[in-house]
T-cell receptor, first 116, second 111 residues
Framework: AQKITQTQPGMFVQEKEAVTLDCTYDTSDPSYGLFWYKQPSSGEMIFLIYQGSYDQQNATEGRYSLNFQKARKSANLVISASQLGDSAMYFCAMREWETSYDKVIFGPGTSLSVIP | NAGVTQTPKFQVLKTGQSMTLQCAQDMNHNSMYWYRQDPGMGLRLIYYSASEGTTDKGEVPNGYNVSRLNKREFSLRLESAAPSQTSVYFC??????????FGQGTRLTVV
């Protein structure tokens, strides 16, 4: 069963606008972490942001913020003030602690295109 | 600081051939991972190693073997390559709760 779901295969956003990329996850582990990575066309994986299941506040890193809704098992990435360089694939990933320590799995990704 | 180094960067194999993908990290990380990435599939976990001397299966382990040679090195072996194993392979490492650092990837084609 798919543990990480990213329902938007492709997204478009106007430059300087904000965009939300969806991620839902499935786990029964009480301790877990959620990550977002960016993969530009050059192929490297770039870490963006992390949220722990016990973190009280939503994570933020510069223009990136994570809208964490634990009850809904949702961890959406919000990019504010989009830039052309934000055009890339974006992957949501989850790490579970207790049931499978250190196992990190990824969702299928969302392709984001920023339009000038 | 090299980070995570994968070799080779590109490889073409004939069906049935064997090969080993090498991965080394110089960040003293405990955990290391091997993923494959296929178009439209995202990254799928093949094997991971939480510490030196331990390895565990991921989502798609069939057709692969791994060795955690020491804390720095984690290799992935294809014993008898198949066209279905054509993919881009990524090695990654992480320490504690922090983000994973990825290698540049190995583009493998099996003909």
């Amino acid at each position: 069963a798919q543990k990480i779901t990213q329902t938007q295969p492709g997204m478009f956003v106007q430059e300087k606008e904000a965009v939300t990329l969806d991620c839902t996850y499935d786990t029964s582990d009480p301790s877990y972490g959620l990550f977002w990575y960016k993969q530009p066309s050059s192929g490297e994986m770039i870490f963006l942001i992390y949220q722990g299941s016990y973190d009280q506040q939503n994570a933020t890193e510069g223009r990136y913020s994570l809208n964490f809704q634990k009850a809904r098992k949702s961890a959406n990435l919000v990019i504010s003030a989009s830039q052309l360089g934000d055009s890339a694939m974006y992957f949501c990933a989850m790490r579970e602690w207790e049931t499978s320590y250190d196992k990190v799995i990824f969702g299928p990704g969302t392709s984001l295109s920023v339009i000038p | 600081n090299a980070g995570v180094t994968q070799t080779p960067k590109f490889q073409v194999l004939k069906t049935g051939q064997s090969m080993t993908l090498q991965c080394a990290q110089d960040m003293n990380h405990n955990s290391m991972y091997w993923y494959r990435q296929d178009p439209g599939m995202g990254l799928r976990l093949i094997y991971y190693s939480a510490s030196e001397g331990t390895t565990d299966k991921g989502e798609v382990p069939n057709g692969y073997n791994v060795s955690r040679l020491n804390k720095r090195e984690f290799s992935l072996r294809l014993e008898s390559a198949a066209p279905s194993q054509t993919s881009v392979y990524f090695c990654a490492s992480r320490k504690g709760l922090a983000e994973a650092f990825f290698g540049q990837g190995t583009r493998l084609t099996v003909v």
